[in-house]
């Protein structure tokens, strides 16, 4: 939805002369696209493209008849364009209404390659729903009404079509690869397929794609496009068939999602080949590619069954995620299946976004009763006046989530969240055992470190028998899951043979990361290194692939974290901002340990998740209750 970032478009809106939309008909705008003109035929020059927009109604009433789809109408079809405004400069220009208008240049070009299609301008043509110019965008109220019903508009039209945008950085040569890839398997939703680049017929067909490929792919599956925040509930609403639009190219939605499947069920050979074609690394391929399309994926599948979606996933990739205006990465949120059970808000674009924020953080935690969105929160930026229960919706690189909806952890032993809000809305009180406090951290430089061998003179101690301490630390590394987030087979304790620092060298990350540097860090009296590369446990030598596997999540899960042990001896993976005297909680309703610290009597404020080895899967609350009954939980007030 627009903001004062295109003041300009704003105000040439006004030319259009908006009549208000009919409630009672579910009435929106659609706009039909012209011919091509010649300068005879209109006052504009010739190459502009022209489009009338009216008013239609959406209402089932207005179906063909009550057998046909609801997506089909007495007056025809429209498809819902889903597309990124783009920057504003330089300015275009369209025809709307016989009146010129301003646009940006991304939707020009969608615009203008639509209308070489006869579908949009042939007889009976399909008519177009795009949401910059069929919304009033200088009414505020109408915008309020609706961002509130894009669901429905998205789910009445024929099809979503989607504009990657013009074509660059040979996305010609990548839509033929993904065609490729696509034809060279068999289109399917499981992400746990083992087909993989190096194996027949992928070889055939990837030897027959032109050098550059891999660069073009790669280019392809980072674009702007996918950051989006809108194109999850856009996307869901559609079939597999989905149009996929890049400049003159067109492939549908199963066919890219597919040859995406490929390369992320080998991400290894991808990264691999893409890498040595572009000359850099290309880890942002996974979070900014290969993440975003399976999530949307599993949105519109689940839409399709009426089920309810991974809402921790969705809510992870808000800080990467991008939009106009920043409140609209909530406001997006609320026309996918799944939240609407859970989130009860009204869009209002008037409020300011930390109110915007607070509203939604808070029905998500009292209407859901749950507190797993506390997970993604405590990453808040300087300058931001919100509490450190809200979740951060800005564009700061966070940390990953520890997993997801796969395998999730049950650290709370499944217990429902009892939570209640004071001080106009700005505290959260909660319920919850205090686990322990943090007693040291690894080489993080920006925190007073202290280590295991202190001036207190308190010796080098751990929660976990001898024999268990080398599982717990190599299970602590990857916080116990795999690449797909499934439970770490216990065939890892192999990764033990290899000496520490090679495992550091076979990483992404820097020599300066918190994972080198914990190699020094202090575990039992004994320095991580000398617990890897040693020959007398009882394991397998680790093979190339369970390395590559086992850094693959590393890779994942280190950045922004570093490794900690407490003061009754358990090993964790805290946020990296955690210093010692930080206490750990198990808060009822969350099913990770939350790191908090006090900042005045008994507030405290989130400093983010951990894995903390040995109680993840609800052993506190188990050991209290055969020892106690019920677990006693106290008040948590949490600013």
Request: a negative charge; glycine letters at 6%; proline letters at 6%.
């Given at each position: 939805?627009?903001t004062?970032?295109?003041?300009?478009?704003?105000?040439?809106?006004?030319?259009?002369?908006?009549?208000p939309?009919?409630?009672?008909?579910?009435e929106?705008?659609?706009?039909?696209?012209?011919?091509?003109v010649?300068?005879?035929?209109?006052?504009?020059?010739?190459?502009?493209?022209?489009?009338?927009?009216?008013?239609?109604?959406?209402?089932?009433?207005?179906?063909?008849?009550?057998?046909s789809?609801?997506?089909?109408?007495?007056?025809?079809?429209?498809?819902?364009?889903?597309?990124?405004?783009?920057?504003?400069?330089?300015?275009?220009?369209?025809i709307?209404?016989?009146?010129?208008?301003?646009?940006?240049?991304?939707?020009?070009?969608a615009?203008?390659?639509?209308?070489?299609?006869?579908?949009?301008?042939?007889?009976?043509?399909?008519?177009?729903?795009?949401?910059?110019?069929?919304?009033?965008?200088?009414?505020?109220?109408?915008?309020?009404?609706?961002?509130?019903?894009?669901?429905?508009?998205?789910?009445?039209?024929?099809?979503?079509?989607?504009?990657l945008?013009?074509?660059?950085?040979?996305?010609?040569?990548?839509?033929?690869?993904?065609?490729?890839?696509n034809?060279?398997?068999?289109?399917?939703?499981?992400?746990?397929?083992?087909?993989?680049?190096?194996?027949?017929?992928?070889?055939?067909?990837?030897?027959h794609?032109?050098?550059?490929?891999?660069?073009?792919?790669?280019?392809?599956?980072?674009?702007a496009?996918?950051?989006?925040?809108?194109?999850?509930?856009?996307?869901?609403?559609?079939?597999?068939?989905?149009?996929?639009?890049?400049?003159?190219?067109?492939?549908?939605?199963?066919?890219?999602?597919?040859?995406?499947?490929?390369?992320?069920?080998?991400?290894?050979?991808?990264?691999?080949?893409?890498?040595?074609?572009?000359?850099?690394?290309?880890k942002?391929?996974?979070?900014?590619?290969?993440?975003?399309?399976?999530?949307?994926?599993?949105c519109?599948?689940?839409?399709?069954?009426?089920?309810?979606?991974?809402?921790?996933?969705?809510?992870?990739?808000?800080?990467?995620?991008?939009?106009?205006?920043?409140?609209?990465?909530?406001?997006?949120?609320?026309?996918?299946?799944?939240?609407?059970?859970?989130?009860?808000?009204?869009?209002?674009?008037?409020?300011?976004?930390?109110?915007?924020?607070?509203?939604?953080?808070?029905?998500?935690?009292?209407?859901?009763?749950?507190?797993?969105?506390?997970?993604l929160?405590?990453?808040?930026?300087?300058?931001?006046?919100?509490?450190?229960?809200?979740?951060?919706?800005?564009?700061?690189?966070?940390?990953?989530?520890?997993t997801?909806?796969?395998?999730?952890?049950?650290?709370?032993?499944?217990?429902?969240?009892?939570?209640?809000?004071?001080?106009?809305g700005?505290?959260?009180?909660?319920?919850?055992?205090?686990?322990?406090?943090?007693?040291?951290?690894?080489?993080?430089?920006?925190?007073?470190?202290?280590?295991?061998?202190?001036?207190?003179?308190?010796?080098?101690?751990?929660?976990?028998?001898?024999?268990?301490?080398?599982?717990?630390?190599?299970?602590?590394?990857?916080?116990?899951?795999?690449?797909?987030?499934?439970?770490?087979?216990?065939?890892?304790?192999?990764?033990?043979?290899?000496?520490?620092?090679?495992?550091?060298?076979?990483?992404?990350?820097?020599?300066?990361?918190?994972?080198?540097?914990?190699?020094?860090?202090?575990?039992?009296?004994?320095?991580?290194?000398?617990?890897?590369?040693?020959?007398?446990?009882?394991?397998?030598?680790?093979?190339?692939?369970?390395?590559?596997?086992?850094?693959?999540?590393?890779?994942?899960?280190?950045?922004?974290?570093?490794l900690?042990?407490?003061?009754?001896?358990?090993?964790?993976?805290?946020?990296?901002?955690?210093?010692?005297?930080?206490?750990?909680?198990?808060?009822?309703?969350?099913?990770?340990?939350?790191?908090?610290?006090?900042?005045?009597d008994?507030?405290?404020?989130?400093?983010?998740?951990?894995?903390?080895?040995?109680?993840?899967?609800?052993?506190?609350?188990?050991?209290?209750?055969?020892?106690?009954?019920?677990?006693?939980?106290?008040?948590?007030?949490?600013?």
């Amino acid at each position: 939805m627009a903001t004062s970032t295109y003041p300009n478009i704003l105000e040439n809106f006004a030319l259009i002369a908006y009549r208000p939309l009919i409630s009672s008909t579910r009435e929106i705008r659609l706009l039909t696209l012209l011919p091509a003109v010649t300068a005879q035929e209109s006052f504009a020059p010739a190459d502009l493209i022209h489009c009338q927009l009216d008013h239609y109604p959406i209402d089932l009433a207005y179906a063909n008849s009550p057998l046909s789809p609801p997506r089909h109408f007495y007056w025809g079809s429209y498809n819902a364009l889903s597309y990124t405004w783009g920057s504003p400069i330089p300015p275009a220009t369209i025809i709307v209404n016989t009146h010129p208008v301003t646009v940006t240049p991304n939707l020009e070009a969608a615009l203008r390659q639509l209308r070489s299609n006869p579908e949009y301008t042939g007889p009976n043509s399909t008519k177009l729903w795009v949401d910059s110019l069929c919304i009033n965008q200088t009414d505020i109220p109408e915008r309020n009404r609706e961002v509130k019903r894009m669901k429905t508009i998205y789910s009445c039209a024929a099809t979503p079509v989607l504009w990657l945008g013009p074509a660059a950085d040979d996305s010609d040569l990548a839509m033929e690869a993904v065609s490729a890839l696509n034809a060279a398997t068999t289109y399917s939703s499981n992400e746990n397929s083992t087909v993989l680049l190096t194996q027949a017929p992928l070889v055939q067909t990837l030897m027959h794609l032109q050098p550059g490929v891999w660069a073009a792919l790669y280019h392809l599956f980072t674009r702007a496009y996918w950051s989006r925040i809108w194109i999850i509930q856009e996307i869901s609403q559609g079939q597999d068939t989905l149009p996929v639009l890049c400049g003159t190219k067109t492939v549908m939605w199963k066919t890219l999602h597919t040859a995406m499947l490929v390369l992320y069920n080998d991400q290894i050979t991808a990264a691999r080949l893409i890498e040595a074609d572009l000359g850099r690394d290309s880890k942002d391929l996974a979070s900014r590619g290969f993440s975003r399309i399976g999530t949307i994926e599993r949105c519109r599948l689940a839409c399709m069954k009426g089920q309810s979606v991974d809402i921790l996933k969705i809510l992870d990739s808000l800080p990467t995620s991008n939009s106009t205006d920043p409140r609209d990465k909530l406001y997006a949120l609320v026309g996918i299946e799944g939240f609407s059970r859970v989130v009860d808000i009204n869009p209002d674009y008037e409020a300011s976004v930390e109110d915007a924020v607070m509203t939604f953080q808070r029905s998500l935690v009292e209407k859901g009763g749950s507190l797993e969105s506390l997970r993604l929160t405590g990453r808040l930026g300087k300058g931001q006046g919100m509490p450190s229960w809200c979740l951060n919706i800005l564009n700061e690189r966070p940390r990953s989530l520890l997993t997801n909806d796969k395998a999730r952890f049950m650290a709370s032993n499944g217990r429902r969240a009892t939570v209640h809000f004071k001080d106009e809305g700005r505290r959260l009180t909660c319920r919850g055992i205090k686990l322990d406090t943090v007693y040291s951290t690894s080489g993080n430089p920006r925190t007073t470190v202290r280590t295991s061998h202190d001036e207190d003179g308190l010796q080098p101690r751990s929660m976990y028998p001898k024999e268990e301490i080398a599982s717990a630390i190599w299970r602590t590394l990857v916080s116990d899951r795999t690449h797909r987030r499934a439970q770490a087979p216990s065939e890892w304790s192999a990764i033990l043979s290899v000496p520490f620092m090679r495992l550091v060298s076979h990483s992404s990350l820097s020599s300066e990361s918190s994972f080198a540097r914990a190699a020094s860090f202090s575990i039992a009296g004994e320095p991580l290194t000398s617990y890897f590369g040693r020959a007398d446990y009882e394991t397998e030598e680790a093979s190339p692939e369970m390395v590559a596997r086992y850094i693959l999540v590393v890779d994942r899960i280190f950045p922004g974290r570093v490794l900690a042990t407490t003061s009754r001896g358990y090993l964790a993976l805290v946020p990296e901002e955690s210093i010692v005297g930080d206490s750990i909680y198990i808060l009822i309703g969350c099913t990770t340990p939350i790191v908090l610290r006090s900042v005045a009597d008994d507030l405290r404020r989130i400093i983010g998740e951990s894995y903390v080895h040995g109680v993840m899967e609800g052993e506190v609350f188990r050991g209290w209750e055969q020892e106690f009954g019920d677990a006693e939980a106290d008040n948590v007030v949490i600013c």
